[in-house]
């Protein structure tokens, strides 16, 4: 996209590539997620006891 000139420079594009996953991760809303972003969508139905303490959760996994 820089030599199209969408980008001023190397920055501006990375600026903008990080702007885009930001929205596409945290904001979108999809229909076969429940209209949640991927991010709420994995919130809602990640096991709670992982969210407590992920670390628990692995050494249960490894017993």
Request: aromatic letters at 12%.
């Amino acid at each position: 996209m820089l030599e199209s000139g969408r980008f001023a420079d190397e920055a501006e594009a990375r600026r903008e590539t990080f702007r885009w996953i930001a929205f596409y991760n945290h904001k979108r809303r999809h229909p076969r997620a429940g209209m949640f972003s991927p991010v709420d969508y994995e919130q809602r139905h990640r096991p709670n006891d992982t969210n407590a303490d992920p670390a628990a959760a692995l050494m249960s996994i490894a017993a």
